[in-house]
Every structure is written in C-alpha cells, then in structure tokens.
T-cell receptor, first 113, second 110 residues
C-alpha cells in the first residue's frame, strides 16, 4: 500500500499558485518524496523529487517539513493545462532506479478559468 | 527521440484469447516496467526488468508474462484473457530515479 495520504480533489484559479499537500508520517530516513502527475488518459509524468531540502525546477517547487512527515507541491502559476491527478510517492531512490513506483489515488487538481 | 512507445493503443479481446502488448524505448534505459491502471485507481506494477535477460514480478503479475531479449523492447503477454484484465496498461523506462511513461494501451476483455 502507498505510504502517503493526499486529498481526493482540489480546485485552484488559473494564474494562482496551486499548493498540493501530502502526508507521509511513516517515511524512513532513506526515503525520498516524489511527485508525478497524470493528465487525462496519458501516462504519468515526473515532476520533482526531494529528500529533506526544498527543491525547485522549471515545473514546480517541493517544500518538505523539517520532520519530513509532510510535504507540499507548489505550482507557482497554475494554467488550465495543469489540470491532472497528482501523485505523491515515497520510495528509496537507489541509483539504478530498479524499483517500481507505488501509486495511491492521488489528488485531482482542477484549474478553474 | 520518440521516448517510450506502446502498441496497440486500444484492443478488444474475447475471454480466453491471447495477445502481446508491445513496448519500445529508444533512450537506452536499462530499467523497464509494466503497470496497469483500473478506473479511478493508481497504477499497479505488473513486472519489471533491470536489463536484457532479467525480469521480475511486481505487485500483480498473475495472468501475465514478460520477456526482455533486447534493451529496447519489453513485451507483455496475456495468455488467457479474463474480464479482470480490462484495464489501461502503461509501460515505463528509467535509467535512474525518474521513470518515463508511454501513452498506454487500453484493453477491453469481453
């Protein structure tokens, strides 16, 4: 079973920041937090991942609490194309990427015009 | 680069029929995966491979078989299709922590 808890759905206005929370209270010291998203009917797309420091890339920012029991994915200026299901996944990140991903039900983010 | 490609996009099978879902990647990734996604649910891992000639079971392998004779190809075989195998099937590949997914194959078993 997935080790994360996410809200089922969220709304956000276009142009505003979308903040998606994730609880992972049983995370181990060597486990990373990953975020993927799945736009309707497409394959999942990698967004970002982190261990304990905040991370930012061209798509999003990831804020991880100091105790690492929760995190927030931030889409700084949401557009209609960001409407998707967002998955928060916790896993050990071996260098070889041999393990599969464990997906929960994710958060359905709906961007409103 | 085409990335990860899957064929067919959609298929209807009768109960008991067999078929092979094709997956090819052109990124020279060692790691490849097959997932299935049922309506309203997250993806579940069926099989994975860490390189040519090496495969291993995931969470839901029953009713499926795989082979990995080349780095590029990772076909998924259904021998005796059952209605419970109606799903969307995604193939993915990886060289490190990030997995790249194909567009999926939608399978309906009637």
């Amino acid at each position: 079973d997935a080790k994360t808890t996410q809200p089922t759905s969220m709304d956000c206005a276009e142009g505003r920041a979308a903040n998606l929370p994730c609880n992972h209270s049983t995370i181990s010291g060597n486990e990373y937090v990953y975020w993927y998203r799945q736009i309707h009917s497409q394959g999942p797309q990698y967004i970002i991942h982190g261990l304990k420091n905040n991370e930012t890339n061209e798509m999003a920012s990831l804020i991880i609490t100091e105790d690492r029991k929760s995190s927030t994915l931030i889409l700084p200026h949401a557009t209609l194309r960001d409407t998707a299901v967002y998955y928060c996944i916790v896993r050990v990140a071996p260098g070889g990427g041999a393990d599969g991903l464990t997906f929960g039900k994710g958060t359905h983010l709906i961007i409103q015009p | 680069n085409a990335g990860v490609t899957q064929t067919p996009k959609f298929r209807i099978l009768k109960i008991g029929q067999s078929m092979t879902l094709q997956c090819t990647q052109d990124m020279n990734h060692n790691y490849m995966y097959w997932y299935r996604q049922d309506p309203g649910m997250g993806l579940k891992l069926i099989y994975y491979s860490v390189g040519a000639g090496i495969t291993d079971k995931g969470e839901v392998p029953n009713g499926y078989n795989v082979s990995r004779s080349t780095t590029e190809d990772f076909p998924l075989r259904l021998e005796l299709a059952a209605p419970s195998q109606t799903s969307v099937y995604f193939c993915a590949s990886s060289y490190s922590e990030t997995q790249y997914f194909g567009p999926g194959t939608r399978l309906l078993v009637l």
